[in-house]
């Protein structure tokens, strides 16, 4: 696609997006810029969703003011970040992220200031600690401008993009077309680079630019993209796709926490049954999760492994409904039944069910420490979801009142009720259990942290203990 494309400006009278629909929070940073000189618009999903008649999650400003000048301008501003320098304005209900304008172009090595050499540790005077700690701001302030603003790997992967430029620049350095539209504030007008609103209406993910540079600058976007289309019901144009299937194996350059985080967003966007086809239709299930990718084309008995489609599925109708879903829960279910059998594995070689859980997870967060790093905390509470489900079988047996009691409780429930509905009986233990914990009496609220338990009913005053006084001993005679 030619990114060199004629600036299309939409008036207000031809779009459906009014100034009441915006976060309030964010038209007064929009309009603080505008009123102190700067060029910022309203960019990204929020300008696509409002346009689609969705409802935004959130509102990312862009500006040609620099990170410091914002810094200076908005006093709840904190900077953060390495690889993009971003500014996040704290307001009491939301974050609104604000960004400088970004350029393609290397920055020139004269644009990065010089750091002044620190004397040697024995020639410094020992300062006040406030003045201390104002210098040790400055030093890191100025260990971060020497840095080079524009980092690639060799490979052509970005490391780090600070270079600043102009509306137009910054348009074609974004993602995709739909995510580039800019609405203006000046005159509430959509500012249209590179054919974004052709492909909204057109219902079509297209990267800017060449997608086989885009997706080796950051391999992440192909999990974007199967998002974004996911998301929004929308088709990924043919070059795209052909450039996604090409580049999947490089998917894992980015980090495993990173893959983590973008897995989880994926499938928890009330369409993760569409998102898990497209992913193994793209090329990019198998390098994230190789090994269960493995098993999940080895068939069983015969028969294909379609419990993980039906998962998904019913994890969507629960987020339709607006019913929250735990990431354990997620992970639980997208994964069961090959946990389940890597427990039947070691329970035939001897172990016990509890030995047998805890094996078959640990053995699972081996497998994908290298690709998609699932958090310890997020795998021990998998590991309790399926621990209960063999004492689920006993109802209530022992000490049933600690099982309901137990955090996970609620997730195992869930876990037990969506196995229950794969292959109904006649009687459900999700019901009996959801019955029997409903009988429980409620636990007695814990004092917070540092304050004593109250014992008495709130503003009645303690009385005070008299001392006695000891008896004067008898005057000896």
């Known amino acids: 696609m030619n990114t060199n494309m004629e600036k299309l400006i939409i008036p207000r009278a031809e779009h459906c997006i009014s100034r009441s629909l915006l976060s309030p929070n964010g038209v007064k ?240 966007l009330g369409a993760g049954e569409r998102t898990y086809q497209m992913l193994r239709h793209c090329g990019l299930f198998e390098p994230l999760f190789p090994h269960f990718d493995a098993w999940l084309s080895r068939e069983s008995e015969g028969f294909p492994h379609v419990r993980v489609g039906k998962a998904l599925d019913w994890i969507d109708k629960r987020i339709g409904k607006g019913v929250p879903v735990s990431p354990p829960l997620l992970v639980a279910l997208m994964f069961g039944e090959y946990l389940e059998d890597k427990v039947a594995g070691a329970r035939k070689a001897g172990a016990s069910p509890q030995q047998a859980t805890e094996m078959a997870v640990a053995e699972f967060a081996g497998e994908l420490a290298a690709t998609v790093s699932i958090p310890n905390r997020v795998l021990v509470a998998v590991r309790e979801i399926l621990s209960c489900q063999q004492r689920f079988q006993k109802t209530p047996g022992r000490n049933g009142r600690g099982v309901v009691g137990r955090t996970i409780f609620p997730d195992a429930l869930n876990y037990l009720r969506f196995i229950e509905e794969l292959s109904p009986g006649k009687r459900s233990l999700a019901d009996w259990w959801q019955g029997y914990a409903a009988e429980q009496p409620l636990p007695e609220a814990a004092p917070a942290q540092g304050e004593a ?25």
């Not at 338990?453 to 001993?473: D, F, H, I, N, S």
């Open 29 to 268: 940073v929009l309009y603080k810029l505008k009123e102190q000189g700067f060029t910022a618009y309203l960019v990204g999903g929020g300008v696509r969703d409002l346009l689609l008649g969705r409802e935004p999650k959130d509102f990312d400003v862009v500006t040609d003011a620099t990170p410091s000048q914002l810094k200076k301008l908005f006093r709840n501003c904190r900077l953060i970040g390495r690889r993009f320098r971003l500014a996040h304005l704290h307001f009491q209900d939301e974050i609104i992220e604000v960004a400088t304008f970004r350029s393609a172009a290397d920055a020139p090595p004269e644009e990065s200031p010089e750091v002044s050499p620190q004397p040697a540790p024995e020639a410094r005077v020992r300062e006040p600690e406030p003045e201390r700690e104002r210098g040790r701001g400055r030093e890191r302030e100025a260990r971060h401008a020497s840095g080079p603003k524009m980092l690639k790997s060799e490979d052509g992967m970005v490391l780090r993009d600070n270079v600043f430029g102009t509306p137009e620049e910054d348009a074609v350095r974004r993602d995709f077309t739909v995510n580039a539209l800019f609405y203006n504030v000046a005159d509430f007008s959509i500012i249209d680079h590179v054919g974004g609103m052709e492909d909204l209406r057109n219902g079509v993910i297209r990267t800017i630019g060449d997608p086989l540079v885009r997706f080796t600058e950051d391999p992440v976007r192909m999990i974007r993209a199967v998002r974004f289309a996911a998301m929004l019901g929308f088709n990924i144009e043919e070059r795209t796709a052909n450039a996604m299937t090409e580049l999947s194996s490089t998917i894992n350059k980015a980090t495993p926490p990173r893959l983590y985080e973008e897995v989880l967003k994926l499938l928890m």
């Open 453 to 477: 338990p109250q014992t008495e009913a709130p503003g009645k005053r303690k009385r005070k203990r008299r001392r006695r006084r000891k008896p004067a001993a008898a005057p000896s005679a």
